[in-house]
């Protein structure tokens, strides 16, 4: 077990919806890192916030979003859903920005299908 | 044609059997290379870090980077059933920074008892 806890485990909605993932990082963890996950792209990676406030923008579309709360969770909000959206979506943790040992741990994912 | 190229498999071996696992990259600044597993319904847990080039090991693991060839290996001695999962190199030319990282597909292995 990671200490990365991620619901819902399994989201399953159609086009045009808008859905809430959630993430809670491991104690201590101020990193959080989103990534969509699909058979054909692999791992990409979404977003990252640090401590609260986002540090850097991956290949994340503008229907999708994504905030870091005081307590640290993080929610990656996805509107106007699309089938293509269908995917896995992990969260990963770590205890800095980047340092050189930054070892990101996972979450189990959330499975989305957008029917 | 992907910065980073992985044979997705599956691969399918006996146990105690030696597996190699490989990824090429086209990207000569990358430095950093890594290699997690991914067990199926679960998140990708990094198994393996190394910089630039030579081998590093860690119990039945190597891990090795040619960066003359762009071509990183993971060798798998005397596999296990529990070793059945998926294996995803990533790398960058930024140390540590996470959100760098490119990621290969995964290969897919299988070890049968």
């Known amino acids: 077990d990671s200490g990365v806890t991620q619901t819902p485990k399994h989201l399953i909605t159609a086009t045009g919806q808008r859905v809430t993932l959630r993430c809670s990082p491991r104690?201590?963890?101020?990193?959080v890192y989103w990534y969509q996950q699909s058979l054909d792209q692999g791992l990409q990676f979404l977003i990252q916030?640090?401590?609260?406030?986002?540090?850097a923008k991956g290949n994340i579309l503008e229907r999708f979003s994504a905030q870091q709360f005081p307590d640290l969770h993080s929610e990656l909000n996805l509107s106007s859903l699309e089938l293509g959206d269908s995917a896995l979506y992990f969260c990963?943790?770590?205890?800095?920005?980047?340092?050189?040992?930054?070892?990101?741990?996972f979450g189990p994912g959330t499975r989305l299908t957008v029917l | 044609q992907k910065e980073v190229e992985q044979d997705p498999g599956p691969l399918s071996v006996p146990e105690g059997a030696i597996v190699s696992l490989n990824c090429t990259y086209s990207?000569?600044?990358?430095?950093?290379f890594m290699w997690y597993r991914q067990y199926s319904r679960k998140g990708p847990e990094l198994l393996m870090y190394?910089?630039s080039s030579g081998n590093k090991e860690d119990g039945r693991f190597t891990a090795q980077v040619d960066k003359s060839s762009k071509y990183i290996s993971l060798f798998i001695r005397d596999s296990q059933p529990s070793d059945s999962a998926t294996y995803l190199c990533?790398?960058?030319?930024?140390?540590?920074?996470?959100?760098?990282?490119?990621w290969g597909l995964g290969t897919s292995l299988a070890v049968n008892p």
């Open positions: 916030y640090y401590n609260g406030e986002e540090r």
């Open positions: 104690s201590g963890d101020l990193s």
């Open positions: 990963a943790s770590s205890a800095h920005r980047h340092t050189s040992t930054d070892t990101q741990y």
């Open positions: 190394t910089y």
């Open positions: 990533a790398m960058s030319a930024d140390a540590g920074n996470n959100r760098k990282l490119i």
């Open positions: 990207n000569s600044a990358f430095q950093y």
